[in-house]
């Protein structure tokens, strides 16, 4: 029990900094994407998180005027969001998906 307790901790915490990522990405992508980068990948546990995680990465690196040289950076949010998640999050996979085609 206290282990689903450290992952729901640990899932929480994760949720929480991709939050405040977002809360400062416009302001500050210079930031954003050094949080992002430094983020243990362990932490994101379900598909939800390395979606949303992959969206924010991206936006960061857009908004840095930085080349997206990694392949397949957004396949977690595009597999995502197609099926889940708001218009809003739906909408920005598909711009940043542009970006990059």
Known sequence: ???????AAKRQHTT?????VESYMIERPD???AVLEG???????????RARYSLLRMMALDKCYLDITAPG???PAIAWYEHHGTA????K???YQGRVA
């Open 88 to 91: 809003d999050e739906k909408l």
């Open 31 to 33: 930031s954003a994407l």
């Open 16 to 20: 929480a900094t991709l939050d405040e």
């Open 1 to 7: 029990m206290s282990l689903a307790a450290c992952h």
């Open 73 to 75: 950076l957004l396949d």
């Open 93 to 95: 996979t598909l711009f």
């Open 39 to 49: 983020m243990d990948s362990t932490a994101l546990s379900t598909r939800a998180l």
